[in-house]
């Protein structure tokens, strides 16, 4: 199995999304390697219309399925929520469960409480999950922001810029900002943030 991080590559390499230095990054790895041309093997027969090779295809689709399709990002929502990594694992469970999830604060915007560890009281912790297109509406930080990534993406409506999943994006106390879920798969992100204050 690859490193955790260089398993966050995996798919944006395979999908030829990832820039040069990633690619190098999982092609220096053998372990990684490996799996890369594994992925890039049964996405090739997919795209040509054939019937993938049926290892390749039963080993990409058991990752892709449930809740493993998160599985190598669980380490890093532990560490991010303070949870040990059975908890995280248990919580990601939970995503695909529409009654995990509370009305947010915009159609479309779905929020998940977290009971974070020790070292994250006091601060908002939360899963959030966005329907492609949703917009997240604009906020200021009350504090240090912290967002993971899990599953689709979403575009920042100030800076342009887009996060995919494995992502974590940083933003600073007092930053003020509106985001917008990208077409395809409904963005699912893990944040951890202080009291949101209206601009």
Same mark, same amino acid.
């Given at each position: 199995?690859?490193?955790?991080?260089?398993?966050?590559?995996?798919?944006?390499?395979?999908?030829?999304?990832?820039?040069?230095?990633?690619?190098?990054?999982?092609?220096?790895?053998?372990?990684?390697?490996?799996?890369?041309?594994?992925?890039?093997? @049964?996405? !090739? &027969?997919?795209? +040509?219309?054939?019937? *993938?090779? /049926? %290892?390749?295809?039963?080993?990409?689709?058991?990752? #892709?399925?449930?809740?493993?399709?998160?599985?190598?990002?669980?380490?890093?929502?532990?560490?991010?929520?303070?949870?040990?990594?059975?908890?995280?694992?248990?919580?990601?469970?939970?995503?695909?469960?529409?009654?995990?999830?509370?009305?947010?604060? @915009?159609? !479309? &915007?779905?929020? +998940?409480?977290?009971? *974070?560890? /020790? %070292?994250?009281?006091?601060?908002?912790?939360?899963? #959030?999950?966005?329907?492609?297109?949703?917009?997240?509406?604009?906020?200021?930080?009350?504090?240090?922001?912290?967002?993971?990534?899990?599953?689709?993406?979403?575009?920042?409506?100030?800076?342009?810029?887009?996060?995919?999943?494995?992502?974590?994006?940083?933003?600073?106390?007092?930053?003020?900002?509106?985001?917008?879920?990208?077409?395809?798969?409904?963005?699912?992100?893990?944040?951890?943030?202080?009291?949101?204050?209206?601009?």
């Amino acid at each position: 199995m690859a490193a955790p991080d260089l398993d966050d590559l995996l798919n944006d390499c395979a999908f030829g999304t990832a820039s040069a230095e990633e690619r190098a990054r999982v092609m220096a790895d053998d372990a990684a390697a490996k799996r890369l041309a594994e992925l890039e093997a @049964a996405l !090739g &027969v997919i795209s +040509m219309g054939l019937s *993938a090779p /049926p %290892r390749s295809w039963s080993r990409l689709e058991a990752s #892709l399925a449930g809740a493993h399709r998160f599985e190598h990002l669980v380490p890093r929502l532990a560490l991010l929520f303070d949870l040990s990594e059975p908890q995280a694992r248990a919580l990601l469970g939970r995503v695909d469960d529409d009654a995990a999830w509370l009305e947010g604060p @915009a159609d !479309g &915007v779905l929020l +998940m409480p977290v009971e *974070a560890g /020790p %070292r994250r009281q006091g601060l908002v912790t939360t899963l #959030l999950k966005l329907a492609p297109g949703a917009k997240f509406p604009l906020h200021t930080h009350g504090a240090h922001e912290e967002v993971l990534v899990l599953e689709g993406g979403y575009r920042d409506d100030q800076s342009g810029v887009e996060m995919w999943r494995g992502r974590l994006d940083e933003r600073d106390e007092g930053t003020t900002h509106s985001f917008t879920a990208l077409e395809g798969l409904a963005c699912v992100c893990a944040s951890v943030t202080g009291l949101a204050e209206a601009p």
